[in-house]
């Protein structure tokens, strides 16, 4: 089992990034996946949610309205896209798939002027 982030790296504030998570053996489209973060110092927290088949999206009140969260599960594939990045975005940001437990390496999303 593998899931694999991407996408990640330093932006202005206003920028924009997509990130990308790639899984791999298991059965990706049957499962919600999440985009969790982690910032220095701080506890882990959820940043959004997707169901397995799409069309059903939940997302942190700090996000709300600047990230979406998709997937396309012929590409085994997760994405997260966030606009409009503040400083307090800044973290290490990790996929997760829910019911089994996953958890991807994280990539490094800094945002800075």
């Known amino acids: 089992v593998q899931l694999v982030e991407s996408g990640g790296g330093l932006v202005q504030p206003g920028g924009s990034l997509r990130l990308s998570c790639a899984a791999s053996?298991?059965?990706?489209?049957?499962?919600?996946m999440s985009w969790y973060r982690q910032a220095p110092g701080k506890e882990r927290e959820l940043v959004a949610t997707i169901g397995s088949a799409s069309g059903i999206e939940n997302y942190a009140d700090s996000v709300k309205g600047r990230f979406t969260i998709s997937r396309d599960n012929a590409k085994n594939t997760m994405y997260l896209q966030m606009n409009s990045l503040k400083a307090e975005d800044t973290a290490v940001y990790y996929c997760?798939?829910?019911?089994?437990?996953?958890w991807g390496q994280g990539t490094q999303v800094t945002v800075s002027s």
């Open positions: 997760y798939c829910n019911t089994r437990n996953y």
């Open positions: 053996g298991f059965t990706f489209s049957t499962y919600v």
